[in-house]
């Protein structure tokens, strides 16, 4: 079957169908992983997006039990060049296609994505529809003008309720804005006592639970549109309990000291994006996923240090709050999926949880 890949601009790609039939609207992003595109399709940022794999051959392993990022993937659909129709490997349970058909994700293949990458590139990322006939593409292109982007996401992915997963180990909020499981098996490899809750949780709710340390997930969207978490941030620093911030994290915590945020021409996905740690002068490479960044001018206003930055555009990366033992990156040290070069993000927070008890500062009162 045909598909057609709309955009705003006027421009159409025409390819083939695979998995949902379903029509769909997003915004259109490209990722330059090569692999790991089960870990992509569930990462929650990437809610009402359509994603363009710049990889040309996506689904060769399949669909595996053990790389979900989240159970309902929350993703617009998926564009490839070519789609494996028989994925090999020990652990892959079902094709590409099918998973996508069961989770109701359309997909495009046949077009030229490189094409399409450059376009994104030139033009910055484009709202588009996956439509299966080209009737009244006009009028499709107009309404899809006048529409605004939806940016408020983060209500549609956050847990609904609070859930524990019992360790022996420091106590973790987890503030869920839309989390990677990544970030949760790290934490629970590092035996913390995980508490998920919901994005609108209060502040005083997340101190009766007496955490020794609260982690700020990623989630999708426009940070400013999280205005509960922005102040729920600010409360929570007054209690010198650790935070660690990632991705959608950092940002709401840039926000609540202060900072500002923008949206970039095209953003950062990918598992090769370099970033410098400006205290020693070390690259690592790391995985990312983010339309919006700190805006470094805002950081005077703030009392946040600049402490990572990305090699490819100079765009901030990492801070780290000067009085509060708090710190954020931009970047995904769970790695999921992704280089392993930032993996030690997780045992800073731990040392910082460390410290920080010993120092008997947290206050909870
Ligand atoms: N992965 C994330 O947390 C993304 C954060 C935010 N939605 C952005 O696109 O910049």
Same mark, same amino acid.
């Given at each position: 079957m045909k598909r057609y890949l709309i955009l705003e601009d006027g421009t159409v790609f025409e390819g083939l169908a695979f998995g949902s039939d379903k029509e769909s609207n997003g915004e259109v992003v490209f990722t330059?992983? #090569?692999?790991g595109y089960q870990e992509v399709l569930t990462d929650p940022s990437y809610c009402d997006q359509i994603i363009v794999f710049?990889?040309?051959? #996506?689904?060769?392993y399949g669909i595996n039990r053990s790389d979900y990022e989240s159970i309902r993937p929350a993703t617009s659909g998926i564009i490839v060049n070519e789609q494996a129709d028989f994925p090999s490997h020990h652990e892959g349970m079902q094709s590409l296609s099918s998973w996508l058909t069961a989770k109701d994700i359309p997909g495009l293949y046949g077009i030229d994505t490189r094409k399409l990458t450059r376009k994104i590139r030139k033009h910055g990322t484009l709202k588009g529809k996956l439509s299966n006939s080209l009737n009244n593409v006009t009028h499709i292109i107009e309404e899809m003008i006048e529409m605004p982007l939806n940016t408020d996401q983060v209500k549609k992915v956050s847990t609904k309720t609070p859930y524990h997963l019992p360790n022996s180990g420091y106590r973790v909020v987890v503030v869920d804005f839309g989390v990677k499981s990544g970030m949760l098996r790290e934490l629970s490899a590092r035996n913390c006592d995980v508490i998920v809750v919901p994005y609108n949780t209060s502040a005083s709710d997340i101190i009766r639970l007496q955490p020794d340390g609260i982690l700020l997930s990623n989630g999708p969207?426009?940070?400013?549109?999280v205005q509960c978490g922005i102040s729920m941030i600010k409360e929570l620093l007054n209690h010198n309990i650790p935070i660690l911030g990632i991705c959608l994290g950092h940002q709401l915590l840039a926000l609540a000291c202060g900072g500002n945020t923008e949206k970039l021409k095209f953003g950062h996905r990918g598992s090769n994006h370099p970033v410098k740690d400006l205290t020693t002068g070390k690259i690592a490479l790391t995985s990312q996923n983010h339309g919006y960044a700190v805006t470094e001018d805002s950081l005077k206003n703030t009392e946040l240090a600049f402490t990572h930055q990305a090699v490819n555009d100079g765009t901030v990366e990492g801070l780290k709050h000067k009085v509060k033992p708090a710190f954020s990156i931009q970047y995904h040290p769970e790695a999921s999926p992704g280089p392993h070069d930032s993996n030690p993000i997780f045992d800073e927070f731990m040392k910082m949880i460390k410290t920080t008890k010993k120092e008997g500062l947290m206050i909870y009162a």
């Open positions: 330059t992983s #090569i692999t710049t990889y040309p051959l #996506i689904g060769n969207g426009d940070p400013k549109d």
